[in-house]
């Protein structure tokens, strides 16, 4: 869908009348003044349409002598998040059965703000995303139709904060096109193939190591989740040095498990279909890192995956075997579901010796039990610096990547202390996400800013959402840009 500046109306199909709480009586209908009002009017009443955000109503109206379906679209309070909602809710009404739609600020009387408007935009095409990739037997009546949507009357600046919020969309669109295809189609080395397509001219620099280079590095604890996967791991970096040459400030971190059917520790076969997107902290890095790039953010960030198949054939890793990370620690395999945690150890000690990030944000579907404790509604976040904290949970209150802080502590790390070797990597069930998050943390640099995002519960979903519908969300692309824009970019 393509999105669209004008200063006047024009003729469309569909005409969408942004409408403030409890502000019907003040629309300004324009060209649709008279009979047109009337209908509307009336239509808004019948419905109780008050202008709450996302809701809508509408006719079907004469005008110019043809027939135009008039919608009048509830901004709420007028915040961003409401005309967030709003755009959000337009598309999801139009997509199948529109093809080019305007909407109308003048009706509101006063211009909403540039950020607003963004916003608005920015919902309207995420709630657009689909994919149909393999869907062969869709009717004319269930494709999406919607082509264009034109923000008419917009405020001077808008069309130039959606350039921006648009380098964004594409990052989402990118993490939303990996969670969700299937795992034989993205595994690591296409994976890497996929995102090097999608990058390409951006400026980003791309490094990648394949199982020899990582096994002469001494990442034992990555390459013991791959051992039982005839698809070679993979590790995939995005460099960008948007403020010149130097040291990244920021280091995103993502797991990458393309398909986790729990190796030997296997997991019950209903719902194990959902385990593709087990590397939506990796698809959440490589869709940040393309927003970054394609907006040229000022900044030196750098993104890194750690892609792996967890697989359980005859020489996959086994519970009772201790592997070697690439940080000297050893660690005694409990359970070799409890995987992702083991990749990202390597790749951080990975990122830290070559790049000296001062600041990591890692990435995760990690643990189960933070579906429990959170639901689908918010990430957990753990931190070993308050500062990171706020600016992450202030990030997410901007952009509803929403969080939730959790505790570490010394309590939590003991219960990881094996008898064999320096760790296990999974402690007793209870605060089963605590645990991992101070599992990674022992592979934390002394002195580097850390924050660990468990985003179990929020990269796929079964219902929709403002900007989404049922699937995968994108979630972690708009927090990450948000953090570099208001952190880095300051």
């Not at 990739?133 to 009357?153: C, I, N």
């Not at 040229?296 to 890793?317: F, H, R, S, T, Y």
């Not at 599992?439 to 660990?452: L, N, P, S, T």
Request: proline share 4%.
């Amino acid at each position: 869908m393509k999105i669209s500046f004008a200063p006047t109306l024009e003729s469309v199909e569909v005409v969408a009348l942004p409408v403030e709480k409890d502000g019907l009586e003040r629309v300004v209908f324009g060209a649709f003044a008279g009979s047109g009002e009337t209908l509307a009017r009336a239509a808004a009443r019948a419905a109780r349409f008050e202008g709450e955000a996302g809701a809508s109503v509408e006719a079907f109206v004469e005008q110019g002598g043809q027939v135009v379906r008039l919608v009048l679209l509830g901004v709420g309070h007028g915040s961003e998040a409401d005309y967030e909602r709003a755009g959000g809710a337009l598309t999801a009404k139009l997509l199948t059965g529109a093809t080019r739609v305007a909407v109308d600020f003048a009706a509101l009387g006063g211009a909403p703000t540039v950020a607003a408007v963004a916003r608005f935009a920015l919902a309207a095409l995420l709630r657009g995303w689909r994919i149909d990739t393999y869907r062969t037997q869709l009717t004319d009546k269930q494709k999406p139709s919607l082509a264009e949507l034109t923000l008419v009357g917009a405020p001077e600046g808008a069309e130039a904060a959606w350039a921006e919020a648009q380098a964004v969309a594409e990052g989402v669109a990118l993490t939303r096109e990996l969670v969700s295809e299937p795992p034989n189609v993205i595994y690591p080395v296409s994976f890497v193939e996929r995102v090097r397509g999608s990058v390409e001219g951006l400026g980003l620099e791309i490094i990648v190591l394949g199982e020899e280079e990582m096994r002469g590095l001494g990442m034992g604890a990555l390459l013991g989740v791959s051992q039982g996967s005839v698809r070679e791991a993979q590790l995939l970096a995005l460099k960008w040095n948007g403020k010149g040459p130097g040291d990244p400030d920021l280091a995103l971190v993502g797991k990458g498990v393309t398909f986790d059917t729990g190796g030997i520790s296997l997991k019950p076969g209903p719902g194990m279909e959902d385990m593709k997107w087990d590397m939506g902290g990796a698809g959440a890095v490589v869709g940040a890192m393309k927003a970054l790039a394609r907006r040229k953010a000022k900044a030196n960030v750098i993104g890194v995956c750690g892609l792996v198949e967890n697989m359980p054939d005859g020489n996959a890793q086994r519970p009772g075997d201790i592997v070697t990370s690439m940080s000297g620690q050893t660690i005694e395999i409990l359970n070799t579901d409890a995987e992702g945690r083991l990749v990202l150890a390597d790749v951080l000690t990975w990122v830290q010796r070559n790049h000296r990030p001062k600041t990591i944000v890692d990435l995760a579907t990690l643990t189960g039990a933070m579906i429990i404790s959170l639901g689908h509604e918010q990430a957990g976040l753990f931190s070993n610096d308050d500062g990171l904290a706020e600016q992450l949970l202030s990030a997410g209150r901007a952009t509803g990547d929403q969080l939730w802080r959790l505790p570490l502590g010394d309590a939590y790390n003991k219960l990881l202390d094996s008898p064999i070797a320096d760790m296990k990597n999974v402690g007793p069930r209870g605060a089963g996400s605590i645990t991992a998050a101070q599992f990674i943390q022992r592979f934390v640099d002394k002195g580097v800013r850390w924050a660990h995002l468990d985003i179990a519960g929020t990269v796929w979903v079964d219902k929709a959402g403002a900007t989404h519908d049922k699937g995968a969300t994108g979630f972690g692309v708009r927090l990450l840009d948000r953090l570099v824009r208001d952190t880095l970019e300051a």
